[in-house]
């Protein structure tokens, strides 16, 4: 998809970091944190909300991460690498724990199912981005 | 893509809302948002950035908007019209202005070209969905 | 307080805008869309949750507009007058639904009556600002 | 001030957690997001753009982890510790490098001076309350 990060980012040199991985990345932040945003909706729509409001609290917060996430990555400049890891590390946790609780839904909600491989995809490209950036 | 709004907001009702104009909305949104952010990152990355100042700000004026808008839009009850509405006449003033300004710019930069295409979806895509709200 | 926008904006000169206005529709976006948020989550935290569904969404949108504005204004340049009255309208509106549909609860839940009361200086902030850019 | 999430939070109990130290982590994210976003917009007013293009990338990457920080924090509800943990860790990394990039700069700009501080007192409140969460 040529709108997206990939259009742009095509446009500069990046240093040091593998270009697929961290595109990849971002792309996958954008759609866990949609993904989140609409289940967690999608819970407070249900008959069932109050046993959901454990998944819609953790929806929010990997929502709020993987955002934050995604912009930080829009400027990844290698310039302090400490921080960009420890970002990408919160990232990974918020989407496993998001990613759990959607998948113990998964069979009652399709929101929760939908939500649960997004938040899978999005931990597995935080990860395989912090291996790329070595 | 059936990660996206379109496979969470595929699992429940809308009442009264033209499913594929909110969900096309939505990826707009998404899609300018990130693009905005690359841009403005891309901007302070040129030799010529403090004729860019201009660019750089309104590119994150309209991330910003964008990113709350579609967060509105992927909670939209239609149980404050009005709120809703001013949110996106709000996102579609964000576009026009960072779109005429990445325009100004797009002869010399790609990624001002590829910014002011995706302002310029989004801001159609909002003015597509005030329509379909009636 | 000089930790907060007080601080860093008396650093630099601002073409034409009132700085006691901006900086206090600054400070009023933040506190609301702190107090959004936490009611937000005090919503989903009380047994009549299905009851507070609109509220909830109201908050988190109010929350989102906000937050959003508030980035806005930090780099009000008077660039796009347009674009900042357009963001300015749709916090007022937001701080309006959400400060209307708090009070309705505001005799049965505290979140709701600190949260009300926020919108409703937001909303003013909004108001007063959008005069004072004529 | 009553009007911030000091008394929103009041109203409701929280299981385990320090109130005190998480009220004054939530305010100190909430400053330094605004102390970030001012100092960033500052940073491209300058006539040196050039050369604070560093600082002014740390300054957006800390304001968009610092909200996001604010908003997990706000709904703090102990359901899964580790990801909180590696958001507080992220958070007071981020806070951490644009504290120290922005104190290289604060004898030239009082901007940075400022959102120094505010970094330094954030990433404070970050460690008390991961202490406090045991």
């Known amino acids: 998809m040529m709108s997206g990060p990939d259009a742009v980012l095509s446009t500069r040199g990046l240093a040091g970091v593998d270009r697929d991985v961290l595109v990849q990345c971002i792309q996958a932040c954008a759609e866990c944190a949609q993904a989140c945003a609409a289940c967690a909706d999608a819970c407070v729509s249900e008959d069932t909300v109050v046993e959901l409001v454990t998944c819609f ?3 929010l917060d990997c929502a709020d991460v993987c955002e934050a996430t995604g912009r930080v990555l829009t400027r990844l400049a290698g310039s302090d690498a400490s921080a960009t890891r420890a970002v990408l590390e919160a990232c990974a946790a918020a989407c496993k ?19 649960a491989q997004a938040c899978r995809r999005c931990e597995q490209a935080c990860r395989q981005l912090l291996d790329s950036l070595g």
């Open 57 to 59: 609290r953790t929806d």
């Open 97 to 115: 724990a998001c990613g759990n609780e959607c998948e113990s839904h998964a069979g009652m909600h399709g929101h929760c199912r939908v939500c």
